[in-house]
């Protein structure tokens, strides 16, 4: 096992996470956490913040971003670790993959809205701290706080994914340009979660092997949205794909997350962890 409790992935204010940058570092620290990085949705506005606490706090830090991608039809997300946060094309890269994001959202409400959903669009922005980053889960928990759902994953299955009402497809960065804008800017690109994406083998072989192609060099085997086996089968694909592995929460919220910051197991020891090629951007 990799015995470093590195969290490596979760959402603040700044993008669809309940806490500042400040109380997640606070949370993560007083969990045990050694390693972080936050990685907002397309937003890296939380990394000089979350920085200075997480080095208030004793923890190392590593810049982080979770970048929005479309891949053969569907939603991908690239983590970005230890790039350099002041990077221009980076920056303008994510201000891109978020400009859609504010028509999205009308888009979903007149959605909600024939399905007798009236005014969601006002109520999702009474949740968003980050006008730029408004996101599913804001609808989500507009619908649990006004009564329509019970929980946000209520809210998904009925309304948010493809089928439902207020389901807008939408076309994020390509998977090249996110690759390449955390690798010129001295970052290593990370598969989030792979076992989240409703992919056929084929298609999951010709993710990572694009993937790798434009230069990604990670994959997360241990996160909040895998299981058990999930964490033995990604283990396995990082082997076979030459990718180091990475740890993270995912957390978004104390009421929503089932795992929270620093919470999981260690790695799986056969694996390079990603911090190991990551060393001198630890800071
Ligand atoms: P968006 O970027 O606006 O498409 O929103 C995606 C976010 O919605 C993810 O990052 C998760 O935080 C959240 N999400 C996606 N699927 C679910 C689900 N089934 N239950 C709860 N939250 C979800
Ligand atoms: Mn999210
Ligand atoms: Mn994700
Ligand atoms: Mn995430």
Not at 6 to 29: K, N
Request: charged letters at 20%.
């Amino acid at each position: 096992m990799s015995i470093l409790n590195a969290d490596l992935h979760c959402h603040s204010v700044v993008s669809d996470g309940t806490l500042t940058p400040e109380a997640l570092a606070a949370r993560a620290a007083a969990n045990g956490v050694e390693l972080w990085a936050l990685t907002d949705h397309d937003e890296i506005a939380g990394q000089h913040r979350a920085a200075a606490a997480a080095h208030a706090h004793g923890m190392k830090y590593l810049t982080g971003t979770e970048i929005s991608v479309t891949f053969a039809g569907e939603t991908v997300h690239i983590v970005g670790l230890g790039f350099d946060p002041d990077d221009p094309a980076m920056r303008q890269g994510l201000l891109d993959t978020r400009g859609g994001r504010g028509e999205r959202a009308r888009e979903i409400a007149a959605g909600l809205a024939q399905a007798g959903i009236k005014d969601a669009y006002e109520g999702a922005l009474r949740y968003v701290g980050n006008p730029e980053l408004i996101s599913r889960t804001h609808f989500a928990r507009h619908l649990v706080e006004s009564g329509v759902c019970k929980d946000t994953s209520e809210v998904f299955r009925r309304y948010l994914v493809d089928g439902k009402p207020g389901y807008v497809p939408h076309r994020w960065a390509s998977l090249k340009d996110a690759v390449q804008w955390i690798t010129a800017a001295g970052g290593m690109a990370v598969i989030a979660h792979p076992a989240r994406y409703k992919f056929t083998a084929n298609e999951e072989y010709a993710l990572f092997t694009e993937f790798k192609a434009h230069g990604g060099r990670g994959v997360e085997v241990v996160t909040g949205s895998h299981t058990a086996a999930e964490y033995v089968r990604y283990a396995a694909t990082a082997s076979e794909f030459g990718l180091a592995a990475s740890r993270g929460s995912d957390f978004h919220s104390p009421d929503e997350s089932h795992t929270d910051l620093g919470k999981l197991p260690f790695l799986p020891g056969q694996l390079t962890p990603v911090w190991e090629l990551l060393a001198d951007r630890i800071r």
